[in-house]
T-cell receptor, first 116, second 111 residues
Framework: DTEVTQTPKHLVMGMTNKKSLKCEQHMGHRAMYWYKQKAKKPPELMFVYSYEKLSINESVPSRFSPECPNSSLLNLHLHALQPEDSALYLC???????????????FGAGSRLTVL | AQSVSQHNHHVILSEAASLELGCNYSYGGTVNLFWYVQYPGQHLQLLLKYFSGDPLVKGIKGFEAEFIKSKFSFNLRKPSVQWSDTAEYFCAVNANDKLIFGTGTRLQVFP
């Protein structure tokens, strides 16, 4: 299995809702990432997990709450979002965090979020 | 902080034309360099990467890129593009545990 699977593919939520995005990989990768991509813009790093521990938080608002229950799963919990948070949320994984000869990120197809 | 610049925002070519997309980065230390491609409606895919060694790297689908350290550049090339190469192309730099993307170049290839 060489894929990163993200669910749901599409999500519409109101500003008072609580929802979660899920990401799963079975490649034995020990680093997992959340990126946010607005239309016609590059992906922007949000969080990095290394060995199930949060290692990088790019000053993301607390209405986004990541969770890494185990080495294969990564969640992004959403609460009290704003319409400007509407975007494609990409999950990625790599053999480990940091730069090294083996560190190539594999991306999922993304979850397209619309906040009304 | 490191950054990545892609100066070509939108490139339009006819099939069989040659392609070169520019990428410059700013970071003084050791970097790993990548080109990713995002076909319409699909996820980001790795085209090629540079970690060390031969500065001319070859990737999938006939793409290649050359790392020129003195110019902080990692330009992407393909001698003859196809309609199926229509996509968004992102240069990326991995430094300090972060993969930072350039702004992207939209390539449209017409038959």
């Amino acid at each position: 299995d060489t894929e990163v699977t993200q669910t749901p593919k599409h999500l519409v939520m109101g500003m008072t809702n609580k929802k979660s995005l899920k990401c799963e990989q079975h490649m034995g990768h020990r680093a997992m990432y959340w990126y946010k991509q607005k239309a016609k813009k590059p992906p922007e790093l949000m969080f990095v997990y290394s060995y199930e521990k949060l290692s990088i938080n790019e000053s993301v608002p607390s209405r986004f709450s990541p969770e890494c229950p185990n080495s294969s799963l990564l969640n992004l919990h959403l609460h009290a979002l704003q319409p400007e948070d509407s975007a494609l949320y990409l999950c990625a994984s790599s053999p480990k965090a940091g730069w090294s000869g083996a560190n190539v990120l594999t991306f999922g197809a993304g979850s397209r979020l619309t906040v009304l | 902080a490191q950054s990545v610049s892609q100066h070509n925002h939108h490139v339009i070519l006819s099939e069989a034309a040659s392609l070169e997309l520019g990428c410059n980065y700013s970071y003084g230390g050791t970097v790993n360099l990548f080109w990713y491609v995002q076909y319409p409606g699909q996820h980001l895919q790795l085209l090629l990467k540079y970690f060390s060694g031969d500065p001319l790297v070859k990737g999938i689908k006939g793409f290649e890129a050359e790392f020129i350290k003195s110019k902080f550049s990692f330009n992407l090339r393909k001698p003859s593009v196809q309609w199926s190469d229509t996509a968004e192309y992102f240069c990326a730099v991995n430094a300090n545990d972060k993969l930072i993307f350039g702004t992207g170049t939209r390539l449209q290839v017409f038959p």
